[in-house]
């Protein structure tokens, strides 16, 4: 009994940010695309296929001429326990499809994508459950200004999802906050909003290529449905540098350095009922610096291995985490592979490994804060990509 009503005034006072919690970097993945995830998430300054849309959209401009169509699919495994609160997530699957297709001649390289910038959720016994999802349709460019310059730049369309049940009255039955829908890809409240990418590659000599990228923040207006209104919530913007070095004509080792600038977006989100503020919630995250290596191995020519880390300190601040989504993981050990199966069809896979990381909420004890919650959490993904040049 003494576990059910901590259970009912945590949920009272720490209900959730609205964030797209996938959890790695935050809120952020750890890797678009099975080439960059395999190799820690570094992606800045090589040809890693149409990932470009969501990592830098320069480098699009060192494919070989022609065109290519990407086909992915990404999972992510989370493992969330409450011990002796709320107990553990039933959630722990959840898969995002990804397109891409770009086509690249001379100078120029343009196309079109839909990659899943994060999606995950929680759902406990009680009822309460959080889901929440933040997607991107991209639109490119990259242009070759000389023999070591490329610059691209993307438009991207951005769409977020949410589905929240929350009890926030221990002393009254029923859900404070309950809206969802049925479907694993949208949320009951949305909103759409616009972003850009602005990237450049470098050579700086035949082995050694440098690339960089800034990224908006995602702009996005008041997520609404089902008399539910969202305020407050944004994707942060972003800026990374990078490295690729072709050490031999078989090892490439490349470097990410990435700012997230959390601590502009992920302030107070407030949510509204039927015109009527529900519950504003502080969250204050700090802004994340996120650490990217890897290396590729070419054991011949149809069969590539990887292997990478990633490190991105936990930004959300113990006195605000939250049991809905505890987007609080640090460590990613990464590998993975590609296979040719001709000069047209190739196949790439990736594994990530998330061991297990337990932050105590420092609050105030509920019903005003999370004190007395420790969430534990880890983490197992993959993402498998099919690639077609014609």
Not at 39 to 66: F, H
Not at 143 to 162: E, P, Q, T
Not at 363 to 375: A, D, F, K, Q
Request: glycine fraction near 14%.
């Amino acid at each position: 009994m003494r576990h059910k009503k901590l259970a009912a005034s945590i949920a009272a006072s720490c209900v959730f940010t609205p964030g797209v919690a996938l959890a790695t970097n935050g809120m952020i993945m750890e890797g678009y695309g099975p080439i960059a995830a395999a190799m820690g998430g570094a992606a800045m300054a090589y040809d890693n296929g149409t990932a470009a849309l969501a990592n830098n959209p320069a480098t699009l401009g060192l494919m070989a001429d022609g065109r290519r169509i990407d086909a992915m699919v990404g999972y992510v495994g989370p493992d969330v326990s409450v011990p002796g609160v709320f107990g553990d997530s039933s959630a722990d699957a959840f898969y995002m499809p990804a397109f891409g297709f770009v086509k690249k001649q001379g100078e120029l390289a343009y196309g079109v994508g839909v990659y899943g910038q994060g999606g995950m959720g929680t759902e406990y016994a009680n009822g309460d459950m959080a889901q929440v999802g933040v997607g991107r349709v991209i639109f490119p460019l990259a242009w070759r200004a000389n023999s070591r310059l490329i610059v691209g730049g993307s438009v991207d369309v951005v769409w977020a999802g949410m589905d929240l049940v929350a009890d926030l009255n221990p002393f009254t039955a029923g859900k404070e906050l309950d809206f969802s829908d049925d479907s694993d890809f949208t949320g009951r409240a949305k909103g759409y909003s616009l972003a850009a990418k602005l990237g450049f590659t470098y050579r700086l000599d035949d082995a050694l290529t440098v690339g960089g990228v800034y990224q908006s923040a995602g702009n996005l207006p008041d997520l609404k449905g089902a008399g539910y209104k969202v305020e407050g919530f944004d994707m942060p913007a972003m800026v990374g540098l990078g490295l690729a070095w072709q050490a031999s004509e078989r090892l490439m080792v490349a470097a990410d350095l990435k700012d997230v600038l959390w601590g502009s977006s992920m302030n107070t989100v407030s949510i509204y009922h039927n015109g009527m503020l529900v519950a504003p919630f502080q969250q204050d995250w700090d802004d994340q610096i996120v650490v990217a290596l890897g290396l590729s191995w070419k054991f011949s020519d149809v069969l590539t291995g990887r292997v990478g880390y990633n490190y991105g300190k936990n930004p959300i601040p113990d006195d605000f985490v939250n049991y809905l989504w505890p987007a609080i993981v640090e460590h990613h050990y990464t590998a993975g592979f590609g296979y040719a199966f001709d000069k047209q069809s190739q196949v790439n896979f990736s594994l990530s490994y998330v061991p297990e990381v337990t932050v105590a909420g420092t609050g105030p004890l509920p019903p005003m804060g999370n004190g007395g919650i420790t969430i534990d959490h880890s983490q197992f993904n993959w993402q498998l990509m099919y690639s077609y040049t014609f």
